[in-house]
């Protein structure tokens, strides 16, 4: 509510409207939570992961349009961008750490075939990024083509996620299980508060953005790092909290579901349905990045699927996968 009125009242600091938009985004992540641990007690970790994720993404989705249409590109390119990196670095460090550490052993483990199948999903988006951007740094005929290129890598990619999804939900290793607690939340009650908080997502990513500028140009912060980290961590904010909450109750396969659905989902249904949806915004999407991100992308790639491949992790992983992120954001800010 204090978001709302910050945006529509005069006198208040843009600064002021911002936080309180960011921390409105926040908040909802607690609503989120709650319902998506109660639906996991009778969907299971994957339809749950799946759920959760696509309504966390929401903000995101919300704030990216937003941002195109009011001719933010940097902060709409690293905002997506971010949201891979939050997600599959910081959010899954955390998770790591608070999973391994309830361990007696010290080693937080998990079904490997998620983390491997994001893996593959989020190597299939770097391939069209790295090649657009090969085609820019060689001048070649292609590079005049990234929109066109753009859209119809777009369209192939989600069809690999479309293939994906269906073989990952009817999977008998992926199948529900019957509860063995009992739900303290009705199931509707449940589905409920997701939709409400995914809807309610809608209006304040319009605050938040309408406030981003004006932030920008008062803090001195780079677009590039207001995109890859101040707008991605409040735009995962769910992802940020509820994976945290569930691998310290030892839910492991459900917080890596969580965790791990949002990096796919967003690298390989996000993404590219962004590039497709922004060709009614003012300003276009495409799968065209700076070279310095394309490296962040496809190393992240790559020691992604090193730690969580084999289906454990030890906190000192989950350690490198923040120190990764910290190194990200420390050359955004320069940027």
């Known amino acids: 509510m204090l978001a709302g009125v910050a945006r529509y009242a005069h006198g208040v600091s843009r600064v002021v409207a911002f936080v309180l938009a960011a921390l409105a985004l926040a908040g909802m992540a607690w609503i989120v939570a709650l319902a998506t641990e109660q639906v996991g007690e009778r969907l299971g970790p994957a339809a749950t992961g799946l759920m959760q994720s696509t309504v966390g993404n929401l903000p995101e989705f919300f704030v990216v349009i937003f941002a195109l249409q009011a001719g933010e590109q940097v902060v709409a390119e690293t905002a997506i961008l971010g949201s891979i990196l939050v997600n599959a670095l910081l959010v899954l460090g955390l998770v790591i750490v608070a999973g391994a550490r309830r361990e007696p052993d010290g080693v937080m483990r998990f079904s490997p075939r998620l983390p491997n199948d994001t893996a593959t999903l989020l190597l299939v988006a770097s391939f069209i990024i790295i090649l657009i951007g090969l085609t820019h740094s060689e001048g070649d005929p ?106 310290h109750k030892g839910r492991s396969d459900l917080a890596i579901s969580v965790v791990k659905n949002s990096v796919a989902q967003i690298a390989a249904f996000l993404y590219p349905l962004l590039v497709l949806v922004s060709l009614l915004t003012a300003t276009s999407l495409t799968f065209s990045l700076a070279p310095v991100y394309i490296g962040a992308l496809i190393g992240t790639s790559v020691l992604v699927w090193q730690i969580t491949g084999d289906g454990e992790a030890t906190v000192f992983e989950g350690v490198a996968l923040v120190a990764t992120f910290v190194i990200i954001a420390t050359v955004a800010a320069f940027e």
């Not at 508060?193 to 004006?214: H, I, M, Y």
Request: charged share 10%.
């Open 142 to 247: 292609a590079s005049h083509h990234s929109k066109t290129i753009s859209i119809i890598g777009a369209v192939a990619i989600l069809v690999v996620y479309a293939t994906w999804l269906r073989q990952y939900l009817t999977s008998p290793e992926t199948a529900g299980t019957p509860a063995e607690t009992q739900p303290r939340v009705p199931i509707v009650t449940s589905i409920v508060l997701l939709v409400v908080a995914g809807t309610a997502s809608a209006f304040v990513s319009d605050w938040f953005v309408n406030a981003l500028r004006p932030t920008i140009d008062t803090l001195h912060i780079s677009q590039a790092f207001a995109g890859l980290v101040i707008v991605a961590i409040a735009g995962n904010a769910v992802e940020n909290v509820a994976g945290i909450v569930l691998a």
